[in-house]
Structure formats: C-alpha cells, structure tokens
C-alpha cells in the first residue's frame, strides 16, 4: 500500500495532522497500537488557548466544543489564605475553554472516519524502516496478525514520549533536552459539582494543588506529591484532606468532594529534541516535546505542531517547494522553547522545592502577589497563557 503521509500515532497530535492534510486533499494512513476505547477513555490535559479552539473550528469538527466547551474569563490563584483572579478576558481579550483532550480526541477519531481515509488502531510491532530512503516504510501487523507495509513520502512521528518515532532516529542526529522536577503530581477526576466555575492555581506551605472541572459534574484536581509516592499512599480522604488544605481561603472556600472516579501519578519534567525532524521523518507533539502540566500547554502544542507540518506538506505538493519543510523544525522549536520557559516558571512559581527552605517559600509568596498586583505582570501571563503572541515594543 502506498500513501503520501504516514502518520503514527492517533493522539491529538496525528489526528489532528490527518484532519488538516485531508482538507488539503492529502491522503495519509494513520496507525496506533492502542484500541479506539483506551485512546478516548485516557483522562488528560482539558484547557483549551483560543488559537487551538479557532483551528478545531476552522477544520471542521469544533460543532460539540461549541456547546459543550466551557468557555471561562479568568483563572485564580489561591495563596497565602487568599483568593486572587486574573481576568484573561479584560487583559488580553480571550477565554480559554474548557474541553478534554478526550473530548477532542472523540471529535477528530468522528471526523476520520467520516472521510473514509484508513485509521488502524490496535497495530502491533510498529516500525519504520527504509528512513535513508526517499520513501521510508511503515511496517506494523494488523489485529488479524497479517503484517502491513506502507510506503510512504513522509512519515509523521506523532506517537508520544514512549513511542517508536523518536527511539528509530540514529543516536547523535538529534540531541535531546530534560529537565526532571523533584516531585510529582497526583490527578484526580471525581463526580461532584464544582465548588468554582474557573480553574484555581493553588500555592500552599505544603505544596502545589489545582481545582479544575470537566463538566457541571465532574472536578479534576491535582496535588504535588514526593516523585516516588505510590498511589496507596493516596487513600481518598487523603487526596480531599490535602486539597482542602491547599486551596483554603480564610474567606471558607473548600472545594466540594464526591466520589473519585480516576486517580493516577505523574512524574513533572520539561523535553526537548532537536531538531524535530529527521530526514522524511517529522516528529509532533510529545514526541519531539514535554512540557511541565504546570501550564497547560500539552495538548494546544500537539495541534499547534500539526498545523505547521500540515502547511508544510501542503506546500511541499503544491508548489514542489521544501521551503516550510526546511523550516519546520526551527518554526516549531521557537514557539516551543518560549512555552517551555513559561511552563517551567509556572512550575517553578507555585511548586514547593525544599519544605525546609522559607527564604524560597517567602520570595514565591511575593512573586504572587507581584503576579497579582503588577497590571503588566498579569497581563503577561495573560497573553501567555491564552497563547498569543507578545506584544512588540512597537505596538
Ligand atoms: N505505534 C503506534 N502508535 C503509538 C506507538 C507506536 N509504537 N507508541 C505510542 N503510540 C500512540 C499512543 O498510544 C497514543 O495514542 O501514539 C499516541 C500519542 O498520543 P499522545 O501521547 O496523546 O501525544 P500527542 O498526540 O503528541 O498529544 C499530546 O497528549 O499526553 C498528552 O499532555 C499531553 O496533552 C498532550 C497531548
Ligand atoms: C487539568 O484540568 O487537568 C489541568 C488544568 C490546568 C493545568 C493542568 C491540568 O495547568
């Protein structure tokens, strides 16, 4: 079998890139080792930047985020026994939504199909092949166990952190970036109203925590914990009690509890590598990089990556022109370095890195308050975490 594009991997990332190549009548076979239920019931990122909200949109498959995105002006930060918002929309003109990644994921898995075009999920033994060549090879069996070739022009490796795509790119053509944090985080989604309609940032003495919600009926919080915690070290009184105390206001805010549906761990560590492509081969979303959860960035880098390769590839059929394929990696790498930095200085704002430290403790109680009280301060971070581009000294 032949194709223009092979995509691996059906995370928000290859999904995205085949929705976007298929409008621009550019056919590809998009191949995921895992089954269609597990990659939908994955609980992970759900805040949507406004440029991620007018893509979906844009390519056809932003109807159920119309009405059922959450649409929220202002996100809280808690600290020191005091709530404090910052207005996205009266700073920097915009909302974020709130939408699950699996959410996203139903709508693009929906789209898909719809076009006909070939999505395998539950292939085994994925490998790419023949990446020296002009027309590297997907190989992979199928459910039924017959083995699968694809020969394709170019390859999108948009198969995760763990997955094929990078670990196939011979040592030294590429050099990777990390930073692992000293703590991890505990998520959890849990069935009861939630107690805030936006998403609260919280700062504590004993460390980070987060109150978001999925729905009129579901909450999804997170709270630091040692890096090597196991969740039985989390009983669900456990969770709630540490929730309580770390997103307490004197003024009696408490999140509402109910039953824990989902609880899971998290290592916190920013990644980078360099560049993002490999020959034929083009590597999107967590696969070229991880950012700290800390600022939501995750999932709106995927698609924004896809967008930037779907463009590219275009480009490349249209005009036989490798120009924006060329550029790729150095397009991409700009945006995500900028993220990075602003994902570690969430992390490194609201996180506590040595209990014993209150000289540490003191200055990120101050730099919240500047955070709170600067106009400029807020309206950085506003712009910043809507997504949009800074403002240039000229405007
Ligand atoms: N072959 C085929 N598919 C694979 C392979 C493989 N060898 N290895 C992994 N995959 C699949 C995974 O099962 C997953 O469905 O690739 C997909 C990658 O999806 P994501 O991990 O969601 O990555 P991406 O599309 O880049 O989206 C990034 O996901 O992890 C969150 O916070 C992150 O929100 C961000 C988003
Ligand atoms: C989430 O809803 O899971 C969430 C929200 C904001 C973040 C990280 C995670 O920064």
Excluded at 133 to 149: H, N
Excluded at 270 to 298: C, N, Q, W
Excluded at 304 to 327: F, K, P, T
Excluded at 334 to 358: G, I, K, S, Y
Aim: hydrophobic content about 40%.
């Amino acid at each position: 079998m032949r194709t223009q594009v092979g995509i691996v991997g059906a995370g928000p990332a290859g999904l995205m890139l085949g929705q976007l190549l298929h409008l621009r009548g550019i056919d590809s076979v998009i191949v995921e080792k895992r089954g269609r239920d597990y990659v939908i019931d994955r609980v992970r990122a759900g805040v949507l930047e406004p440029g991620t909200v007018d893509l979906l949109t844009a390519s056809g498959v932003g109807d159920r985020l119309a009405v059922e995105g959450l649409r929220r002006g202002g996100v809280h930060f808690n600290f020191a026994g005091a709530r404090h918002r910052i207005d996205l929309v009266a700073l920097a003109g915009s909302p974020i939504t709130i939408y699950g990644q699996n959410e996203v994921l139903k709508d693009l898995i929906d789209a898909r199909i719809a076009t006909d075009r070939p999505l395998v999920f539950e292939a085994e033994e994925v490998r790419i092949e023949d990446l020296e060549s002009s027309t590297p090879k997907l190989r992979f069996q199928a459910q039924a166990g017959e083995p699968r070739e694809i020969v394709c022009d170019f390859i999108a490796g948009c198969d995760g952190f763990h997955g094929v795509c990078r670990a196939t790119i011979p040592p030294g053509a590429v050099t990777t970036h990390e930073r692992v944090y000293p703590f991890s985080w505990l998520g959890i989604l849990a069935e009861a109203t939630p107690a805030s309609e936006e998403l609260i940032y919280a700062y504590h003495e004993r460390g980070f925590a987060l109150h978001n919600q999925r729905s009129p009926t579901l909450i999804r919080a997170h709270v630091q914990c040692p890096p090597d915690d196991d969740l039985s070290a989390w009983p669900d009184e456990r969770v709630w009690s540490e929730l309580r105390t770390r997103t307490a206001t004197a003024s009696g805010w408490r999140p509402n509890e109910g039953p824990i549906l989902k609880k899971s761990l998290a290592a916190m560590r920013g990644f980078v590598t360099e560049p993002m492509r490999y020959r034929r081969l083009f590597l999107a979303g967590d696969s070229a990089h991880i950012f700290p959860p800390s600022g939501a960035k995750g999932l709106n880098m995927a698609i924004a990556d896809a967008q930037v390769l779907a463009d590219a590839i275009a480009e490349h059929y249209a005009s036989a022109s490798d120009g924006a394929l060329d550029l790729y990696s150095d397009t991409c790498l700009r945006r995500v370095w900028n993220v990075q930095q602003f994902a570690c200085w969430m992390t490194q704002m609201l996180h506590r890195f040595d209990p014993n430290d209150e000289f540490e403790h003191r200055t990120r109680l101050s730099e919240l308050e500047h955070l709170m009280t600067c106009r400029e301060a807020s309206t950085s971070f506003a712009r910043r975490y809507l997504g949009l581009s800074p403002i240039s000294h000229d405007e």
